[in-house]
């Protein structure tokens, strides 16, 4: 067996793929890809090989996604079902509906706050400016920050307002809710 490193994006794109519980990154690049085991290796099957890495090109990139799909894919996958905390699956959840509409996520975010706190921001000092406790973090694959000291039921709310902003039906949204 051999290592590749993918970046995040591509990573969470193939895990978005995954059909049952269990489904390696192998296996599920040997379903989108049509390649069998013991087939013979064409480059141009898999793309040009550069540097010792093979790239894969067009297959995955070109498929257009469906935003009610990949969530559901990703409710689904095993690094969803590897995260024990609430705060994990909130930051994976986030995550991946940025991935899904950058301006639409950045929309439903920018006017989204407490009382006295924001919630989202582009940076660090912005949210620890508005509450020294609010323990922000980084959402990866973003620029984007947000403050992880609230209850899991805020987080759910600020999941539900969002993917209600990218349009997402009643019941997907109160799926992925009730993970959180």
């Known amino acids: 067996m ?11 794109y193939i895990a978005s793929h995954t059909q049952h519980i269990g489904e390696s990154a192998s296996d599920i690049l040997r379903r989108m ?13 898999l793309g040009s090989e550069q540097s010792g890495e093979i790239q894969l090109i067009n297959k995955i990139s070109d498929e257009p996604q469906n935003p009610v799909r ?22 994976l959840i986030l995550s991946t509906l940025y991935s899904l509409d950058a301006n ?24 620890l400016a508005a509450g020294k406790q609010s323990k922000p973090k980084h959402i990866p694959g973003t620029p984007y920050w947000v403050i992880t000291n609230t ?12 993917m209600q902003e990218m349009k997402f039906p009643a019941n997907e949204i109160e799926k992925v809710c009730n993970t959180i």
């Open 104 to 127: 639409i996520f950045a929309n439903a975010t920018d006017s989204m706050h407490g009382r006295t706190r924001i919630y989202f921001a582009g940076d660090e000092q912005t949210l």
């Open 151 to 162: 209850n899991t039921n805020r987080k759910r709310s600020m999941v539900e307002a969002i």
């Open 2 to 12: 051999k290592t590749i490193e993918v970046d995040e994006e591509l990573y969470r």
């Open 70 to 91: 990949v969530v559901r894919e990703l409710l689904l996958s095993d690094a969803y079902a590897e995260k024990s905390k609430a705060i994990d699956r909130f930051m």
């Open 33 to 45: 890809l049509n390649f069998k085991a013991g087939q013979p290796v064409q480059a141009k099957e």
